[in-house]
């Protein structure tokens, strides 16, 4: 199975930023996708963004301009870099990869937390 190890998450004062990291290994480990998603309190999980293979990225539309996901594929590392938090993206951020042997594969969660 995959293993996903996210880091980087805590408390920020809005207009802060925080850089959340996750990385991936396991077995003949072929990764396609690898991405963001959050989860509110009383909200469903939403896609935050995602970044391919090739490096073509997705982002949410409350997110374009302020964060930015990238990865080492060398090191089946993603990471998101989020600028000028708001408290509306205070949440549970989880790693999300989509590999050819595992298909998707979730990270335990890393809380993001947005003081005003």
């Known amino acids: 199975h995959v293993q996903l190890a996210e880091s980087g998450g805590g408390l920020v004062q809005a207009g802060g930023s925080l850089r959340l990291s996750c990385a991936a290994s396991g077995s003949s480990l072929t990764i396609y996708t690898m991405g963001w998603y959050r989860q509110a309190p009383g909200k469903q999980r939403e896609l935050v963004a995602i970044i391919v293979s090739g490096g073509s990225t997705n982002y949410a539309e409350s997110v374009k301009g302020r964060f930015t996901i990238s990865r080492d594929n060398a090191k089946n590392t993603v990471y998101l870099q989020m600028n000028s938090l708001k408290s509306e993206d205070a949440a549970i951020y989880y790693c999300?990869?989509?590999?050819?042997?595992?298909?998707?594969?979730w990270g335990q969660g890393t809380q993001v937390t947005v003081s005003s």
């Open positions: 999300n990869v989509l590999s050819r042997n595992y298909g998707q594969s």
